[in-house]
């Protein structure tokens, strides 16, 4: 069966560490989003990739890193430049250009410690 | 002013109730509406599309209201796993990414 996949499910990072959060696809979709949920909050998108090789910043990007080296991989890295990152990542993919919902992995759980 | 706002919740409610959630958004250029469904702790999945006709899938119904800049979502017969946080995501130009509502939530009661 199609769909997403994000891995760990859960992960914990020391203060100064950089890690790294994985997601892959394999519904051939084109786009590809990152986005961080925080406790009783909206989603906030923190890069998208619309294309192989190209990707372009989202509303809170600063202490994010992504690559698209690949259509069905998007890891987004959490670096030391970002103070407060302990939330939800949900990573998403979609048909590009056809106004079709997401699909969404379940999730990454990034608690600082 | 947000782009998209949802009814500050929660909605509480009983079992076999109706309950009705509205979204409004700012960007009158708006291509495409949906409604997703989060669990606790969990990804959110899309519900459904909303269409300009309306459309009805079960005890769902979905409703777009352009010149007003509206969403509404019905839920007729509330059961207890109806229970989850509903968004209101909207998408400003196709190709482009979404923008999402900051949810309203429902706790479906025995």
């Known amino acids: 069966d199609g769909g997403i996949t994000q891995s760990p499910k859960y992960l914990f990072r020391k203060e100064g560490q950089n890690v790294t959060l994985s997601c892959e696809q394999n519904l051939n979709h084109d786009a590809m989003y990152w986005y961080r949920q925080d406790p009783g909050q909206g989603l906030r998108l923190i890069y998208y990739s619309q294309i192989v090789n190209d990707f372009q910043k989202g509303d809170i990007a600063e202490g994010y890193s992504v690559s698209r080296e690949k259509k069905e991989s998007f890891p987004l890295t959490v670096t030391s430049a970002q103070k407060n990152p302990t939330a939800f990542y949900l990573c998403?993919?979609?048909?590009?250009?056809?106004?079709?919902?997401?699909?969404f992995g379940s999730g990454t759980r990034l608690t600082v410690v | 002013r947000k782009e998209v706002e949802q009814d500050p919740g929660p909605f509480n409610v009983p079992e076999g109730a109706t309950v009705a959630f509205n979204c409004t958004y700012s960007?009158?250029?708006?291509?495409?509406f949906f409604w997703y469904r989060q669990d606790c702790r969990k990804e959110p999945k899309l519900l459904m599309s909303v269409y300009s006709s309306g459309n009805e899938d079960g005890r769902f119904t979905a409703q777009l209201n352009r010149a007003s800049q509206y969403i509404s979502l019905l839920i007729r017969d509330s059961k207890l796993s109806d229970s989850a946080t509903y968004l209101c995501v909207v998408n400003e130009y196709y190709g482009q990414n979404f923008v999402f509502g900051p949810g309203t939530r429902l706790s479906v009661l025995p």
């Open positions: 998403a993919s979609s048909i590009e250009g056809q106004g079709n919902g997401y699909t």
């Open positions: 960007n009158s250029a708006s291509q495409s």
